[in-house]
Nanobody, 124 residues
Framework: QVQLVESGGGSVQSGGSLRLSCAAS????????LGWFRQAPGKEREGVAA???????TYAGSVKGRFTISQDNAKNTLYLQMNSLKPEDTAMYYC??????????????????WGQGTQVTVSS
């Protein structure tokens, strides 16, 4: 049974930083893709970044240069380092996983395993 548990959310001022973590368990696929998504109230879920088992990464244009996705395989943990945060980054952030290789993109329809989310609030 795959479980994804996010942590690290909180409230920061504009320009601040946060690092989100996603602890994975029960995930034994050797080839996989992991992603971060976010959803603000009244808006659709948006893909933020993705990384695959080879370390290839992709980012949404709105976060490129500010956010960094990474993984620690020894700890089975996915990270999202968020710098230069803006009020428009305010959202619930979710991590997600899918088995297999292929397209490395944060497209929600491709991901079958989801965490419960962690809230990020950026004030101006």
């Amino acid at each position: 049974q795959v479980q994804l548990v996010e942590s690290g959310g909180g409230s920061v001022q504009s320009g601040g930083s946060l690092r989100l973590s996603c602890a994975a368990s029960g995930y034994t696929y050797s080839r996989y893709c992991l992603g971060w998504f976010r959803q603000a109230p009244g808006k659709e879920r948006e893909g933020v970044a993705a990384i695959d088992s080879d370390g290839r990464t992709t980012y949404a244009g709105s976060v490129k240069g500010r956010f960094t996705i990474s993984q620690d395989n020894a700890k089975n943990t996915l990270y999202l380092q968020m710098n230069s945060l803006k009020p428009e980054d305010t959202a619930m952030y979710y991590c997600a996983a899918r088995p297999g290789s292929g397209l490395v993109a944060p497209l929600a329809i491709l991901f079958g395993y989801w965490g419960q989310g962690t809230q990020v609030t950026v004030s101006s």
